[in-house]
């Protein structure tokens, strides 16, 4: 089957489009250079093969279902790499195996391999394993299945991008890749039928051994959750059921590492069931490591990435859990103190908050955002309201009060936010329902950079988050093509990462020229904004290698590496009174983080809302010298430009869809980003 039809069919489409009668193989050729964002990506954008864990995408969703319904004993997954590459097949590098996979996994892999050395002798293909590659991040295909029982095999045949091409090996066709590709596929059921009771008793004792290792452990089971945030949770837990964990309801308080878990709004996971390894994974910090190269991340301890507060319980006699484990459950709002004269609120900690808020713009309402905090007393009951609950009034509306009721039950139904009607404008502490710290909001019309110079990743990943999970349009425009395009008729511009070298010039003094009248920039890097001198942020120094460290000749990869930050977990302190911190209400959040750049600190109050800690580090590897220019610096910088805002994210909010914690910083600077005084 073709796991990713979007790639697929953008791929084959662009190589058809450049094919000749005659042979043309110089390298140099248009039809080998397919353009943004080619064909390794599905619909968003994503990498599909870096989904396995997240499940993000429906195809990822699918295969994962299938998986388990198979639970097959070999996964073979076929890739492309360099045109002027052989033919790799696992194992990796030895020391970048993860360790929490069997080591008779990795046994059976170089029995396996074998076979396909044999396959590829008799064509004589050129190959090599053990050299590059690894099995360290379980949501790629070749090693998902390493923690599931089975033996995952990546197998990367040099690509060629058409039907015939030059490379330093000679010339090369499609034909002689698919032949490759088919022979290991053929060595690949050799192997599998010859290693049979091998594979089956594998698989066998992989789940008892998993049994027999959650019995020794120390952790015994895992406990996460918060009151106010159903939506999130539930989407954790529907995470944790596709990948066959079972959650069950926390049904009696638990206090743990300063931390409370209330009944009935919190969930247990016992570490004794048969995904305890990927239970480990999903849970675990990760701060050792055998080497300091990784294919992918190094982490991705997923209650940060849903920004769920956790502990480890250690003994299980105070832990009363359900009877039942927990599966899917749909998130449905209700309204508190029924249908309103005056008008409803509802608090922005959901998930699903911008999902409602937009839904009620786009029919038109006015509605406000709360810059303090206040209560009413609704149904008898005190409620308190934050920053950054939204008001919406029921007077002066395009639509009378019954249309009013009706769309905002309509709109708790279909988000999960619960709305309060207010029966009385005076509240008993703090502001007044016509208080002038109710800020007006205006409807988000955005536009957003995407194509050539812009990061197709960065890009995609913003409009997954805009279009999937908030139900709200963005516009994709062509870097060259803003030029020609009226920005009055937008109030937000997303520039994702990227050079953005098309946007100098006049098309850069109209960008600003719109600024100045009150729009709202949101950037994804510092490299536009300061080279177009519309912000003043700058980058740290990059670390250098320690000049005291021998490494051999051989060895010089590894001075990269030591320094790189692929992926880790780091944490970062809000100012939750600031409208880029709304929804969030307590003060620590995780931030993952790739990529070397580190922001400076400007020299002005109020601009950092969100800066890492002094002690940051929380999961991943990272060496000491990133982990000291990590120390403090912002996350996210806002500098005024005009009446408008410029907004610096220095790391990705919406990491892969996964990292759902931070996404809310990234969506309050698109709603409130206009009220930052």
């Avoid at 480890?312 to 006699?317: E, G, Q, Y």
């Avoid at 409807?443 to 139900?471: C, T």
């Avoid at 010298?625 to 005024?640: D, F, G, H, M, Y």
Wanted: charge should be neutral.
């Amino acid at each position: 089957p073709s796991l990713n039809p979007d790639g697929f069919t953008r791929h084959s489409t662009w190589a058809n489009m450049h094919q000749s009668i005659t042979d043309v193989t110089n390298p140099y050729s248009r039809q080998y250079a397919e353009v943004w964002p080619g064909g390794r990506t599905n619909h968003y954008w994503f990498d599909l093969n870096r989904d396995y864990i997240p499940l993000a995408h429906p195809e990822s969703r699918g295969r994962i279902k299938k998986f388990h319904e198979w639970k097959p004993n070999v996964v073979t997954d076929h890739h492309e790499m360099s045109a002027n590459s052989t033919f790799f097949f696992q194992p990796g590098v030895p020391s970048r195996n993860n360790p929490i996979t069997p080591e008779r996994n990795y046994e059976l892999t170089h029995e396996i391999a074998k076979y396909h050395a044999d396959y590829l002798d008799s064509i004589g293909t050129a190959y090599y394993s053990e050299e590059s590659f690894d099995d360290y991040y379980f949501g790629k295909g070749s090693s998902y299945p390493d923690v599931n029982g089975s033996v995952g095999i990546l197998f990367e045949q040099a690509g060629y991008r058409g039907r015939i091409r030059e490379t330093d090996n000679g010339i090369r066709k499609l034909a002689f890749g698919i032949r490759n590709q088919f022979a290991v596929t053929l060595s690949t059921l050799d192997a599998a039928m010859n290693l049979k009771d091998e594979l089956l008793s594998f698989q066998k004792e992989f789940y008892e051994e998993a049994l027999q290792l959650a019995e020794k452990n120390r952790v015994k089971a895992y406990v996460f959750g918060r009151e106010n945030d159903r939506v999130n949770m539930k989407a954790f837990v529907d995470l944790l059921n596709q990948h066959q964990i079972d959650v069950f309801r926390n049904e009696k308080d638990v206090s743990l590492d300063g931390k409370t878990f209330k009944a009935g709004s919190s969930y247990i996971v016992p570490v004794k069931q048969k995904q305890f390894r990927l239970i480990q994974s999903f849970f675990e910090e990760v701060i050792t490591f055998a080497d300091s190269t990784f294919y992918d991340v190094s982490t991705w301890t997923l209650p940060y990435a849903y920004n769920l507060p956790y502990a480890k319980i250690t003994s299980l006699k105070d832990v009363q859990t359900s009877a039942e484990k927990i599966s899917t459950e749909k998130i449905t709002g209700s309204i508190t103190g029924g249908e309103s004269q005056l008008a409803y609120l509802f608090r922005w900690n959901e998930y699903t908050a911008p999902k409602a808020l937009y839904a009620l713009q786009n029919a038109g309402l006015l509605t406000k955002v709360a810059a303090d905090e206040f209560s009413f007393n609704i149904n008898g009951k005190n409620e308190n309201f934050y920053r950054g609950t939204i008001l919406i009034p029921v007077h002066d509306q395009p639509l009378n009060q019954d249309e009013i009721y009706s769309l905002v039950t309509e709109t708790a139904e279909n988000t999960g936010v619960d709305f309060y009607g207010l029966s009385t404008g005076l509240s008993p502490t703090g502001m007044d329902m016509g208080s002038n710290n109710f800020n007006l909001l205006k409807k988000p019309e955005i536009l957003m950079a995407a194509g050539n110079s812009v990061s197709s990743r960065d890009a995609g990943e913003l409009w997954y988050l805009f279009d999937q999970d908030y139900k709200i349009p963005v516009g994709l425009v062509e870097p060259n093509s803003f030029r020609y395009i009226n920005l009055n008729r937008y109030n937000v511009l997303i520039l994702p990462g990227g050079s953005l070298n098309e946007l100098g010039g006049e098309t850069a003094q109209k960008i600003k020229a719109w600024l100045q009248e009150g729009g709202t920039l949101i950037a994804g890097s510092t490299g536009w904004t300061t080279k177009n001198e519309l912000s003043k942020i700058k980058l740290k120094k990059s670390s250098e290698p320690d000049s005291t460290r021998y490494l051999n000749y051989a060895d010089r990869a590894k001075e990269n590496s030591l320094n790189a930050i692929g992926g880790a977990i780091f944490q970062a302190e809000m100012d939750l009174t600031h409208p880029l911190c709304y929804g969030y209400l307590t003060k620590e959040v995780a931030v993952f983080k790739t990529g070397n750049n580190v922001a400076e600190k400007l020299k002005r109050k109020f601009a950092e809302p969100v800066s890492f800690t002094e002690q940051p580090y929380l999961s991943g590897f990272v060496s000491s010298q990133n982990l000291e220019r990590i120390k403090n610096a912002p996350v996210v910088t806002v500098e005024s430009f005009g009446r408008g805002k410029v907004i610096t994210f220095h790391e990705s909010m919406a990491f892969r869809g996964m990292w759902k914690g931070t996404s809310k910083l990234f969506s309050n600077a698109v709603f409130f980003g206009s009220t930052i005084k």
